[in-house]
């Protein structure tokens, strides 16, 4: 097993991973280590090259350049081994309908080899972490959307793999359910001991559940680091206050103020730049009392990994998404 640079167990080892369609670069040399254990987000638009990434790694796509080692295995030498030490839940459900949850699971332990007795506790064991133990037996047809993503979660843990691949886990859920989704995937990491990959254009998403993000833009990554030391890179907290009138005034009596990185106004609106901005708004709202400034209203906004993507990639999220699924030359899943 390889080393990461901190020393620990590496789980993903990659070095100027490359995969080309034709003319078009969908991984550009990509260099990457995961540990053992780590909860890792790849966070980016469609077309960003995430899901060409997975592809890879889960020997889907053989690459064009560059190494790539999974739990210590070649994808291009020894994809056997690297899809036994693998679990992968993809974007597009992969589910027999006419089957119960329970059906699908012994079929997946079938295919891994896994003996009778082994299957019956391994299968007990997955519906119990998902929480579909009293669902078990109920075709899945009449499963929701969110109770099939958990079935599919335990069907990727059934063999026991090292590394699980979770490909844009909570698309198309609503908010109660990709919670729900959340706290399984935390459950999944902490109780079976394993290395987690997600990719997400989620920024909350990859926000709450991973130790470290990488932002992938134009197949390469732009950006590596832990959520907060991301949203760091942004700097201060914004402070925007509506007044009724004076901002001006009241923005000339705030700029003596040290801990007021920048300022602006803009229609009949006052925008601060602060460090803590919650524990200095009963300041600001002082200073606005003391110079007969009436504030309307008060809004706080804290960096968030959508702001590290915008700084980074001069774009939204969703243009972005929009531009990447435009592409002639790039697939629905290419991204």
């Given at each position: 097993?390889r080393?990461?640079?901190?020393?620990?167990?590496?789980?993903?080892?990659?070095?100027?991973?490359?995969?080309?369609?034709?003319?078009?670069?969908?991984?550009?040399?990509?260099?990457?280590?995961?540990?053992?254990?780590?909860?890792?987000?790849l966070?980016?638009?469609?077309?960003?090259?995430?899901?060409?990434?997975?592809?890879?790694?889960?020997?889907?796509?053989?690459p064009?350049?560059?190494?790539?080692?999974?739990?210590?295995?070649?994808?291009?030498?020894?994809?056997?081994e690297?899809?036994?030490?693998?679990?992968?839940?993809?974007?597009d459900?992969?589910?027999?309908?006419?089957?119960?949850?329970?059906?699908?699971?012994?079929?997946?332990?079938?295919?891994?080899?896994?003996d009778?007795?082994?299957?019956?506790?391994r299968?007990?064991?997955?519906l119990?972490?998902?929480?579909?133990?009293?669902?078990?037996?109920?075709?899945?047809?009449?499963?929701?959307?969110?109770?099939?993503?958990?079935?599919?979660?335990?069907r990727?843990?059934?063999?026991?793999?090292?590394?699980l691949?979770?490909?844009?886990?909570?698309?198309?859920?609503?908010?109660?359910?990709?919670?729900?989704?959340?706290?399984?995937?935390?459950?999944?990491n902490?109780?079976?001991?394993?290395?987690?990959?997600?990719?997400?254009?989620?920024?909350?998403?990859?926000?709450?559940?991973?130790?470290?993000?990488?932002?992938?833009?134009?197949?390469?990554?732009?950006?590596?680091?832990?959520p907060?030391?991301?949203?760091?890179?942004?700097?201060a907290?914004?402070?925007?206050?509506?007044?009724?009138?004076?901002?001006?005034?009241?923005?000339?009596?705030?700029?003596?103020?040290?801990?007021i990185?920048?300022?602006?106004?803009?229609?009949?609106?006052?925008?601060?730049?602060?460090?803590?901005?919650?524990?200095?708004?009963?300041?600001?709202?002082?200073v606005?009392?003391?110079?007969?400034?009436?504030?309307?209203?008060?809004?706080?906004?804290?960096?968030?990994?959508?702001?590290v993507?915008?700084?980074?990639?001069g774009?939204?999220?969703r243009?972005?998404?929009?531009?990447?699924?435009?592409?002639?030359?790039?697939?629905?899943?290419?991204?």
């Amino acid at each position: 097993m390889r080393e990461t640079s901190d020393g620990s167990e590496s789980a993903i080892h990659l070095r100027g991973l490359t995969k080309r369609f034709g003319d078009l670069v969908a991984v550009d040399r990509i260099d990457l280590e995961i540990a053992k254990g780590e909860l890792f987000g790849l966070l980016g638009p469609n077309g960003a090259g995430k899901s060409t990434l997975i592809k890879v790694l889960t020997t889907m796509l053989m690459p064009t350049a560059g190494e790539a080692y999974v739990w210590g295995h070649d994808v291009a030498r020894e994809r056997n081994e690297v899809r036994s030490s693998i679990g992968v839940v993809f974007q597009d459900p992969s589910i027999d309908n006419m089957l119960t949850g329970r059906e699908n699971l012994d079929f997946h332990g079938r295919m891994y080899g896994m003996d009778g007795s082994l299957r019956k506790r391994r299968i007990e064991e997955v519906l119990n972490l998902v929480d579909l133990t009293d669902k078990a037996d109920i075709k899945m047809e009449e499963y929701s959307g969110g109770m099939q993503r958990r079935l599919e979660i335990a069907r990727g843990l059934m063999h026991h793999p090292h590394v699980l691949f979770l490909d844009e886990p909570t698309l198309g859920l609503d908010a109660q359910t990709r919670r729900h989704i959340w706290e399984y995937v935390l459950e999944m990491n902490a109780q079976e001991d394993i290395t987690i990959v997600l990719t997400t254009h989620y920024m909350e998403e990859a926000d709450y559940l991973c130790e470290r993000v990488a932002i992938v833009d134009n197949g390469r990554i732009a950006a590596l680091d832990t959520p907060k030391a991301l949203k760091d890179m942004i700097g201060a907290d914004t402070i925007t206050l509506e007044t009724q009138g004076g901002e001006e005034t009241l923005l000339a009596s705030l700029r003596s103020f040290d801990w007021i990185k920048d300022a602006a106004t803009s229609n009949g609106a006052l925008e601060l730049w602060v460090d803590h901005a919650q524990s200095r708004v009963p300041e600001v709202m002082q200073v606005a009392y003391r110079n007969g400034v009436a504030i309307r209203s008060v809004a706080l906004h804290e960096p968030t990994l959508e702001d590290v993507f915008l700084k980074l990639t001069g774009k939204k999220m969703r243009a972005a998404e929009a531009v990447g699924a435009m592409h002639p030359m790039m697939h629905r899943r290419a991204g």
